[in-house]
């Protein structure tokens, strides 16, 4: 037997009979494709990659190693956005996600903009993730989540399920967002934010201690980061007057990246802060 004709027998027993492939599509030859998918023109797929069935992939769209999309779900279809004109936008998604049933991720708006999932994030059944979303990776996006366009997810985040993130928020790495909130503003890293309207609560402890975060050997980095956590919440200082004050103590890197987290939160045109809730309603870790 030729080697062509054990690629063709092998790519037979990986690709179900009914899926529907355009010619022009790209997929490694250990992709495996589940019954009645369908996988248009200009989708590029890398090793490893398993498609449920009944999941469509369209438009420029560039999914890499080790993923699996699990049946329903639909990956680079148009913008919902109104001035989406059909120009040639991207979905690009990185290696060894897992994407549960009926996910939906838009391409971005406009021409050679993208919308970006980045590397072992788990994305459950029946989330949202608009056009221009930025998930970056090992973020936990609990089921029936909807991110509206150009939200920004950092590393580590949970977003517990049935919560909505109004367009152009962001999310900071190492935070939770618990479950049925309404996001209206950036959450801060490191912080659980809950409620609608959402509040600031408490630092999330449970994500910072499976983070290896609080733990003995840093001790010290937690206990920096309570600090931080009463100066902006408890203190009661001015946002501007808070900042100015934990500029002076930026001792390690998740102070700074908090730090300018905040800074980029008060820029002229982005959503603001979530507020912190009033003493007394918080949860455990102030």
Known sequence: MSYNSQFIIAMATLIHPTAVIHPGAELDST???????????KVKVGPETWIGAHVVLD???????????????????????KKYDGSDSLVKIGDDNRIREFVTINCATYADEVTLIGDRNLIMAYTHVAHNCVIENQVVITNAVSLGGHVYVESQARVGGMTGI???????????????SRITRD??????????????RSLNLVGLQRAGVADLENGEVFRSLKH????LYRSGLPLNEALEKLETQLSNEYLQHLHQ???????????????????????EGD
């Open 31 to 41: 992709v495996k494709v589940g019954p009645y998918a369908v996988i248009g023109e």
């Open 59 to 81: 438009g420029w769209t560039e999914i890499g190693a080790r993923n699996q999309i699990f049946p329903g779900a639909a990956i680079g279809l148009a913008s919902q956005d």
């Open 166 to 180: 109004h367009q152009g928020v962001r999310i900071g790495r190492l935070s939770m967002v618990g479950g049925m």
């Open 187 to 200: 959450v801060p890293p490191y912080f659980l934010v809950e409620g609608n309207p959402a509040r600031v």
């Open 228 to 231: 931080a956590f009463r100066i």
């Open 261 to 283: 987290f905040l800074q980029l939160s008060q820029q002229v045109g982005r959503r603001g802060l979530t507020p912190g809730a009033k003493v007394g309603e918080d949860s």
